[in-house]
């Protein structure tokens, strides 16, 4: 049991904040799930984007990552803002400037642009839209923490606040896909930014619902902007995230990556420093002397890499290798993120009457057991009900994990402390979703292109067809020149454009002839590379249960701790 201390002599608690209304509930419920569609959304897309942008491999995890580093790197200052100034305003605000970054997303320019043009537009979108959503996931998060004060009050809200957010990771593809098929047919220009529009659409009204029936809370007792944590953290985190990112592009022993890790390991040491001298520091370091809280921060971080990894190593799959449709695609989503929906009562029952690891270590080994089973299925199948029975497995786990590492969270602090809590683990739990996409696209990419290389090594007649094919342009005919550059292009841009590019075209006689020598290389090279990719999330999956099943301990359910009381070290 935790060891408790009570409050000094002659210090007030604070005043417990009031319970939690229905309206406040819903206002968060759909703060979190518009966010996480924000979040989703390019997932489904990335087809598209290739298809019309003609994007890198670098540029394509940097459409996703634009807006997953800022909601890394702001949601711990967003909680204390929300302590401040009230949790009310941000719901509103940060829902606005989601809007705003998914409008300039819409506004890119179009194809008479260049391609680094265009993604650079849509890369600042996804950067403002990401800093809306840093406000929305811990703000949310700590509305409901703050105004639950029983283990079985805060255990249902957590659960239809995590289920939300579980709803808008499989609504987001749907919407993606019903927009690219429903009404633009084949035009990818049209659907990826149509998709957008309908998020800018989802977070106006969420920032309505919130300012008619959210009721605002702040904890401003002991909170400051603690302007030396904030900086030392973001640029920690952002020069870890940027080295990670940028590896496998500029190579891993290049000075920009190796000076990211540098730089990063520099700046946590200084945040640390800081942190222990601040009066009022942005995250309480103490904090980690709970065991439960160190292990849960630990299992957050590994278990959300694997998750949002199996989401994005699907993706690609489905969409960029076997050339899936957004709709087709976004029924891996339903899988993946449905179940939370579903099994929403079974988590609140689970969180009420167990301890949390007994949900976080079942719900993470069965997320790995999931991985190792999709890293066996070809994607020379290409059968989506192959991928029904993995893919619910994996969306089984992550229902019970995403409720139960939630809870921990919060349930270690007490309610005072729950803006600094929900940014605590609303940081932990993105920097993993940002990890996913970044380590297992490094991984399968490096691995993808190794094995293009091998084969090319090998094989000579491979190698005089590739020579002839990006010489053809040369001999066309004017009018052909500019699509066959930008083909030569694309099959020499990596994997994921080889594979892009047909093996054969019709020409206008109705003849059908060899066109892409490195298709079929591409196709089978990539299959493997992201098969491995599902390995590495599978194994951490596991790791992160059993980190869950043996370090956590305790045997009963978890508790709330009153304003006042200050949890100091742990014992099991």
């Not at 967003?78 to 509103?92: E, H, Q, W």
């Not at 190796?258 to 520099?266: C, D, E, R, S, T």
């Not at 989503?333 to 579903?342: K, Y």
Request: aromatic residues 8%; contains cysteine; proline residues 6%.
């Amino acid at each position: 049991m935790t060891a408790l201390n009570p409050p000094q002599d002659g210090v007030t608690a604070p005043a417990p904040t009031p319970g939690l209304t229905r309206g406040t509930l819903a206002a968060a419920a759909l703060a979190v799930c518009v966010a996480q569609v924000a979040l989703a959304i390019p997932a489904v897309l990335n087809g598209l984007f290739q298809q019309d942008l003609g994007t890198s491999s670098s540029q394509l995890t940097w459409i996703s990552d634009a807006f997953l580093v800022p909601v890394t790197l702001l949601e711990l200052t967003f909680g204390v803002l929300g302590d401040l100034f009230g949790r009310k305003r941000l719901l509103v605000g940060g829902a606005l400037l989601l809007a705003l970054g998914e409008a300039v997303a819409v506004g890119s320019p179009g194809t008479g642009s260049s391609t680094d043009t265009r993604v650079l537009v849509l890369w600042i979108g996804q950067i403002v839209a990401g800093v809306g959503a840093a406000a929305l996931f811990p703000t949310s998060l700590a509305m409901v923490a703050a105004g639950t004060h029983t283990v079985r009050h805060r255990s249902r809200s957590i659960s239809i606040w995590a289920a939300a957010l579980s709803t808008g990771g499989f609504v987001s593809p749907v919407i993606g896909g019903l927009c690219a098929r429903a009404a633009f047919g084949s035009d990818a220009d049209a659907g990826w930014r149509w998709s957008f529009l309908a998020v800018l659409v989802l977070a106006i009204v969420s920032a309505g619902v919130s300012a008619a029936f959210a009721v605002n809370s702040s904890s401003p007792v002991g909170r400051s902007l603690d302007w030396p944590g904030q900086i030392t953290i973001a640029v920690a985190l952002f020069a870890l995230l940027f080295a990670v990112i940028q590896g496998p592009t500029s190579g891993w022993a290049s000075g920009q990556v190796i000076g990211g890790f540098l730089l990063a390991a520099v700046s946590l040491t200084f945040f640390i420093v800081v942190e222990r001298r601040a009066p009022t520091p942005l995250l309480r370091l103490e904090l980690f002397a709970d065991r439960a809280f160190t292990v849960a921060a630990i299992v957050t971080v590994i278990g959300m890499f694997s998750f949002l990894g199996t989401a994005y190593d699907t993706s690609i799959r489905l969409s960029a290798i076997q050339g899936f449709t957004p709709l087709k695609t976004s029924i891996a989503f339903v899988l993946l993120n449905g179940m939370a929906l579903l099994l929403m009562p079974v988590t609140s029952g689970v969180l009420e009457r167990y301890n949390p690891r007994w949900a976080l270590g079942a719900g993470f080994a069965l997320i790995g057991v999931g991985d190792l089973w999709l890293s066996a299925i070809s994607a020379t199948d290409r059968s989506i009900p192959t991928l029904v029975a993995p893919l619910a497995l994996v969306g089984v786990g992550f229902a019970l994990a995403v409720s139960a590492v939630t809870a921990v969270a919060v349930n270690t602090v007490p309610n005072r402390l729950a803006g600094m809590a929900s940014g605590s683990t609303s940081l932990l739990r993105d920097f993993g979703f940002t990890l996913g996409p970044a380590v297992v696209g490094a991984i399968a990419l490096s691995r993808a292109a190794e094995k293009i290389h091998t084969t090319l090594a090998g094989d000579a007649s491979l190698r005089k067809a590739l020579d002839a094919f990006n010489t053809s342009a040369a001999s066309a005919p004017p009018a052909q020149q500019p699509a066959l550059h930008a083909a030569i292009g694309a099959v020499n841009s990596g994997p994921l454009g080889a594979n892009g590019v047909p093996a054969t075209v019709t020409l206008p006689t109705g003849r059908t002839v060899p066109f892409n020598p490195l298709k079929d290389v591409a196709f089978h090279a990539l299959d493997n590379a992201y098969s491995l990719g599902y390995v590495v999330c599978g194994v951490c999956a596991l790791v992160a249960g059993a980190l869950a099943f043996f370090a956590l301990g305790g045997h009963g359910p978890g508790r709330v701790l009153p304003d006042g009381v200050e949890p100091v070290s742990i014992a099991r």
